[in-house]
């Protein structure tokens, strides 16, 4: 079983690798290389949930080389959790991205550059879950910040330019400071093995143990997007390709949550900082929501609530205990999916009507009852309606806050329902914009089409190419024409994802059941150290 753990890494990478070679040749058989790699990730990500969770946490020992000096993968309850969903996001995306691109009849772009940079980014993930010690976790960053450089500068335009600099300049910045903490860990401990560093860090004296902790945070804490490390994000995402974006969403903070879960579990069990972390969760949540029901666009709407909702996951962190460390996972999970899923719907929205803007949308429940649907389910769930998994997450968050019953965590409590309650009013607001409402003049469909006629002006189609009235002037009373056709495959994607973000309601007490077990498992420390270890301790 030891064996498949390294296979979410390295495949992906063989799979770039073979994708190179083939070039923009052969475009069904690099699209069968692309699905079937994620797919057979996907499985083998299974495999290895239900092994940790039968049997413990299991070791991959890279290059045969002993946790002292070498390089371990970890697979236990958490991670293999984290990657099992992560694989039937990316899996999804990937098919949604495949259809897109073929519809656009620019797949040699998409299947030479999108895709081998899509699966670096893949890989990355999935080396910073199985991450045994801090470089490596630090290798897992660099690759799937490599591949989000590409993606997100994909296609070149100027807005995409400019977002990227922003982003890689951010990414670049809590890179370099991630090994200058690394750097300072080695000098104080000699290792940078979490197992080892579990045990050595126990005897470190105080102030140099809180220095590093703190450092580690701030890495973490802007690669998740906490509050007040958060301000890059909201302007980057929107900007990317719609999967891109999609992925971005559910995938590369909650990287940066999962590595705050497993450092204040496995490295800082003492809770120094735990007044720190609920006051940031607190001002995450209400600092986010409020700028998502500031905002005018879907995707950046969507972008602020991504940033809110972090929030309620370092809330369950900072209260260190297995309720709260629980609630944390579960949220976790189901918020991939969730986020994930109403941006592709988001880029459904775009394709069909060349705008995600509010104030230029409406009637699209009409013109387009399964986009409706598709939108409607999720946000809901984001917004935290009973009976859904987004309710049954905060309800384990609120309850372990009112367990806790100091101050600080009720005051989360108050926090978290007044951020659910403004996530209710943006995504309401937006479903009545967008989908309810009767489209604003100007907004005509027409046979299929969606016409908007602008005057006096340059009309613009969405790839970036001028509409004109055919005076040759390119003045006058000119349109954005968008075809509305959308691909089958980028709505069975996409419905896949809503029900698999519904699934979590219905399977929710077997998923909190092993959200609990990872939780324990976490704070117990000794089955993970002792798996990596074993008789070299």
């Known amino acids: 079983m030891e064996a498949l753990i390294p296979v979410p890494v390295v495949l992906p990478l063989l799979a770039v690798g073979l994708k190179l070679a083939i070039g923009s040749r052969l475009r069904k058989l690099q699209a069968l290389i692309s699905v079937g790699t994620l797919a057979v990730v996907l499985v083998v990500s299974l495999v290895l949930l239900f092994a940790a969770d039968q049997d413990g946490p299991l070791v991959a020992h890279v290059g045969g080389w002993s946790a002292q000096i070498g390089i371990a993968l970890v697979a236990d309850r958490l991670s293999t959790l984290m990657l099992a969903v992560s694989s039937a996001v990316t899996l999804c995306v990937m098919i949604y991205s495949l259809s897109q691109s073929w519809a656009d009849q620019d797949y040699k772009a998409s299947l030479s550059i999108f895709h081998p940079a899509y699966l670096i980014m893949v890989a990355g993930v999935s080396d910073a879950f199985l991450s045994g010690d801090l470089f490596n976790l630090f290798v897992g960053f660099e690759m799937l910040l490599g591949g989000s450089y590409v993606l997100l500068t994909f296609g070149g335009t100027e807005s995409r330019i400019r977002a990227g600099a922003t982003y890689t300049v951010v990414g670049l910045t809590s890179s370099l400071l991630f090994l200058v903490a690394i750097a300072v860990t080695y000098g104080a401990t000699g290792t940078v093995s979490m197992a080892q560093l579990a045990e050595r860090f126990a005897v470190l004296p105080e102030h140099i143990r809180l220095l590093i902790e703190l450092m580690l945070l701030l890495v973490f804490a802007v690669k998740a997007a906490i509050f007040p490390m958060s301000a890059w994000l909201p302007d980057s995402y929107p900007t990317a390709p719609a999967p891109a974006t999609a992925l971005f969403a559910g995938l590369l903070t909650k990287v940066g949550v999962y590595s705050i879960i497993r450092l204040e579990a496995l490295l800082f069990p003492w809770g120094p900082v735990s007044n720190l972390l609920m006051w940031a969760a607190l001002l995450t949540m209400l600092v986010g929501v409020l700028g998502a029901v500031a905002q005018s666009d879907i995707k950046r709407m969507l972008s602020f609530t991504l940033v809110s909702h972090i929030g309620y996951m370092v809330f369950g962190v900072a209260l260190f205990s297995a309720q709260g460390m629980a609630g944390a996972v579960f949220y976790v999970a189901h918020h991939i999916t969730v986020q994930t899923s109403l941006f592709l719907v988001t880029g459904m929205i775009e394709r069909r009507t060349g705008t995600t803007s509010l104030d230029r949308l409406g009637g699209l429940a009409k013109l387009s009852p399964v986009i409706a649907v598709l939108f409607f389910v999720p946000a809901m769930n984001l917004a935290g309606i009973p009976p859904l998994s987004g309710f049954l997450g905060k309800l384990g ?3 372990a806050g009112v367990a806790d019953g100091s101050p600080m965590a009720m005051t989360l409590v108050a926090g978290g ?27 005509v469909t027409e046979g299929g089409t969606v016409l908007e006629t602008q005057e006096n002006g340059d009309g613009e189609d969405p790839k970036g190419a001028p509409v004109t009235n055919g005076n ?13 056709t959308l691909p089958k495959l980028m709505f069975a994607s996409t ?24 939780a324990e498992e976490l704070l117990a420390r000794e089955p993970y150290i002792s798996a990596v270890l074993g008789g070299g301790r």
């Open 495 to 518: 419905a896949a994802l809503v029900a698999l973000a519904l699934s979590f309601t219905v399977l929710a007490g077997p998923l909190h059941a092993l959200s609990e077990r990872a």
């Open 472 to 484: 040759g002037n390119g003045k006058g009373n000119e349109a954005i024409v968008t075809s509305v």
């Open 397 to 399: 968050l609120i309850q």
């Open 417 to 443: 329902l007044v951020t659910s309650l403004l996530t209710l009013y943006a995504v309401a607001t937006t479903w009545n914009k967008a989908f309810w409402r009767v489209p604003p003049e100007g907004m």
